[in-house]
């Protein structure tokens, strides 16, 4: 991996919390709120945690994405 500079070389993974110079084709966003740029990546990809905070934002994500027409596949990964 290596932290997202516009001059670095190329990696697999790519760290960073502004619009990257390049696309890559999935975002994993961790960030909370979504990014302007989110689209501009062929898949994305929102960890929710079972807080009520992360909840919150994570739902209010979920409400925008499906508003505006994206398709959206839940997998629920808990025990």
Same mark, same amino acid.
């Given at each position: 991996?290596?932290?997202?500079?516009?001059?670095?070389?190329?990696?697999?993974?790519?760290?960073?919390?502004?619009?990257?110079?390049?696309?890559?084709?999935?975002?994993?966003?961790?960030?909370?709120?979504?990014?302007?740029?989110?689209?501009?990546?062929?898949?994305?990809?929102?960890?929710?945690?079972?807080?009520?905070?992360?909840? @919150? #934002? #994570?739902?209010?994500?979920?409400?925008?994405? @499906?508003?505006?027409?994206?398709?959206? #596949?839940?997998?629920?990964?808990?025990?």
């Amino acid at each position: 991996h290596e932290i997202d500079q516009r001059n670095s070389p190329k990696a697999p993974v790519g760290i960073g919390w502004q619009d990257p110079a390049e696309r890559h084709g999935v975002l994993v966003n961790l960030g909370g709120a979504l990014p302007s740029w989110f689209s501009q990546f062929d898949h994305l990809v929102e960890i929710v945690v079972q807080n009520p905070d992360v909840l @919150k #934002t #994570t739902r209010a994500n979920w409400k925008k994405l @499906k508003f505006d027409g994206y398709p959206i #596949t839940q997998h629920d990964l808990r025990s």
